[in-house]
């Protein structure tokens, strides 16, 4: 029976960081040493230290070994996240999510294609506006470069106006440049 408890403080020997504890969360930490240690415990010191909410993702798994001199708390936990693959989250609030990068990276793509649907969605607006002093076709040809992909822009050779159909939150921007190539033109 005295046998094992050797074994049990040697395993916790090697999951207590050894470090200089120090007040301010702003200064590099002296000394920071782990070997074989939990990742996510780490992970929690590191936040502890810094005084910061952390959420580690359950995937999140394995032990770590690093040892690092005069180093700030965030910048050992980024140290981390790239060298065992993972992506730290700053959520504000001082609040961050650690998870598995690739994890991150597909998060992403996921919110992207999100709002490019959300986008989609939205209907169109359409704006008349007059050309004089040129052709309403030469202005259309200098606009198509600032449509997005739903954006129309139309030449009426009656009227000489353009007719533009955009994303509400595009349109003004190629009105202004409309306007800037008309100012260019008059003078």
Same mark, same amino acid.
């Given at each position: 029976? !005295?046998?094992?408890? /050797?074994?049990?403080?040697? #395993?916790?020997?090697?999951?207590? /960081? #050894?470090?200089?504890?120090?007040?301010? /969360?702003?200064?590099?930490? *002296?000394?920071?040493?782990?070997?074989?240690?939990?990742?996510?415990?780490?992970?929690?010191?590191?936040?502890?230290?810094?005084?910061?909410?952390? %959420?580690?993702? /359950?995937? %999140?798994?394995?032990?770590? @070994?690093?040892?690092?001199?005069?180093?700030?708390?965030?910048? #050992?936990?980024? &140290? &981390?996240?790239?060298?065992?693959?993972? #992506?730290?989250?700053?959520?504000?609030?001082?609040?961050?999510?650690?998870? !598995?990068?690739?994890?991150?990276?597909?998060?992403?793509?996921?919110?992207? *294609?999100?709002?490019? =649907? =959300?986008?989609?969605?939205?209907?169109?607006?359409?704006?008349?506006?007059?050309?004089?002093?040129?052709?309403?076709?030469?202005?259309? +040809?200098?606009? *198509?470069? !600032?449509? +997005? %992909?739903?954006? @129309?822009?139309?030449?009426? *050779?009656?009227?000489?106006? $353009?007719?533009?159909?955009?994303?509400? @939150?595009? $349109?003004?921007?190629?009105?202004?440049?409309?306007?800037?190539?008309?100012?260019?033109?008059?003078?």
């Amino acid at each position: 029976r !005295l046998a094992g408890i /050797p074994l049990i403080l040697l #395993a916790m020997t090697f999951s207590v /960081p #050894a470090v200089e504890q120090q007040q301010d /969360p702003t200064e590099p930490i *002296k000394n920071l040493q782990f070997q074989s240690a939990e990742i996510r415990s780490v992970l929690s010191f590191l936040a502890d230290y810094g005084g910061v909410n952390v %959420v580690v993702a /359950p995937k %999140v798994q394995g032990t770590v @070994t690093i040892r690092l001199r005069d180093v700030e708390w965030r910048t #050992a936990m980024e &140290i &981390i996240a790239r060298t065992y693959g993972l #992506a730290i989250v700053d959520e504000g609030d001082r609040y961050l999510r650690v998870l !598995l990068a690739e994890d991150y990276r597909e998060e992403v793509t996921e919110r992207e *294609k999100h709002l490019a =649907q =959300q986008r989609e969605m939205v209907g169109l607006e359409t704006r008349i506006i007059e050309i004089s002093n040129s052709t309403a076709q030469d202005i259309v +040809t200098a606009v *198509k470069g !600032l449509m +997005t %992909v739903r954006g @129309t822009a139309t030449a009426d *050779k009656q009227s000489n106006s $353009i007719i533009i159909q955009e994303v509400p @939150t595009n $349109i003004n921007e190629v009105i202004r440049y409309i306007r800037e190539l008309l100012s260019l033109i008059h003078t």
